[in-house]
């Protein structure tokens, strides 16, 4: 009876700690480079439209914030 509750434990903790692992290594960045998919609002932003809309927003200073 112990020996089975211990073989148990002991499996129920291996699994448990499974859970934690993650591939060996290290991530590393680059400071202002983006590594990831090109981000489709990106397209947005470069238009006239939007950038006046911003500059409008910074000349009343984000009244509502």
């Given amino acids: 009876m112990k020996r089975m509750l211990a073989v148990s434990l002991l499996a129920g903790a291996a ?6 692992y993650d ?5 590393v960045y680059e400071p202002g480079v983006y590594k990831g998919d090109q981000d489709p609002l990106l397209e947005k ?3 006239e439209d939007h950038q006046e809309g911003l500059r409008e ?3 009343m200073g984000q009244l509502d914030r």
């Fill in 15 to 20: 699994l448990a700690l499974t859970g934690c």
């Fill in 57 to 59: 927003r910074f000349r």
């Fill in 45 to 47: 932003v470069a238009t």
């Fill in 23 to 27: 591939e060996p290594g290290a991530t």
